[in-house]
DNA sequence: CAGAAACTATTGCACAATAAAACTGTTGTG
DNA sequence: CACAACAGTTTTATTGTGCAATAGTTTCTG
């Protein structure tokens, strides 16, 4: 499905650069899930990836309330209550009424939340500097260069996560 | 958590390049994996997405056992059971004893299946390729040598999909 | 200011995804 | 043939998910 020497896409169609462009992209992007995939089920194997998720929202955010849980993970906000309600149980996050506004609560990690979600993003950057420093050197560079005119022009700033990708 | 900028990990740890190529890569996973989850969400919004990791695995690997299923989406036999139960019913998926052995079943892609894996994996490589003719020429091939140089050093032969990645 | 409207979160219900264990039937092997 | 190994399903339990209804709280409005 993803041969790297394919250089077209339909017989009698000719697409001359950008279908290798895309095979080298998506065999990269295979790779790096991988690499998530595995930090993620080393380090955190008592939690699932949907939890993770939700621990990685408020690491990002802070201390937020139910709505934005939900909004950032994309889910309706019931699962959102629940996923929190397992997740105190595991002794990962907080949930107290927000003094300034009695109808919201506040979420946030706890201390073992907050060093879960540590170790993985730790390992996970472990892992791929790994794999870069086998690369042969003068690929790095571009590496760099060509990557962000890619992040560039798929016009996501690098902050802003896309939805869904946010565990990644 | 992942400034294109930052070349310092921890204050006081000097980590020159590696770190900066860490943080184009994350940043364009990211992205990769937000357009994948787009593609899915559009085509297959009658799917969901371990569904559609499983159509995946019978387009790439034909009729196959569910043994071989369960193994490929790395998750329980009863798991696939049910989730062949359910593609049956949709009619994605069709399930026969095999002839050769019968305490083995066959279960492969229906043309409706098969329709559908094809249509999201269309529209995401046409999205990734309009990505990339947004990129600057002078960036193309080099992201393509930057790509295989890193998907080299991962050690993934770029049709073997890791645990997980498939759908992507 | 009182009642209506909007907002925030939770609960009830239904179903999909998931694993572990028990179970059924089939194949292979001594 | 008896028994072990194998393939798949069923049972049981938990998690993730959305929709609809509900309960408080805050805000808006007449």
Redesign the pocket.
């Given at each position: 499905m993803t041969g790297r020497t394919v250089s077209r896409s339909h017989p009698g169609t000719r697409v001359p650069a950008a279908d290798a462009v895309t095979d080298a992209v998506l065999t990269a992007s295979r790779l790096l899930v991988g690499v998530s995939a595995r930090s993620i089920a080393a380090v955190a194997d008592s939690i699932?990836?949907?939890?993770f998720r939700l621990l990685v929202v408020l690491s990002t955010r802070g201390a937020v309330?139910?709505?934005?849980v939900?909004e950032q993970?994309?889910?309706?906000?019931?699962?959102?209550?629940?996923?929190?309600?397992?997740l105190i149980?595991a002794g990962m996050v907080s949930?107290d009424t927000?003094p300034a506004?009695?109808?919201?609560?506040v979420v946030q990690l706890t201390a073992a939340g907050g060093d879960l979600v540590g170790r993985v993003t730790r390992l996970r950057r472990k892992e791929i500097a790994a794999i870069v420093a086998r690369m042969p050197g003068k690929h790095r560079q571009e590496l760099v260069d060509a990557l962000e005119a890619f992040t560039e022009a798929g016009g996501e700033p690098s902050a802003a996560l896309p939805e869904g990708a946010d565990w990644i």
């Open positions: 699932t990836l949907p939890q309330n139910m709505s934005v939900a993970l994309d889910v309706n906000p019931s699962t959102a209550t629940r996923m929190v309600d397992r149980a949930r927000n506004s009695r109808r919201e609560v």
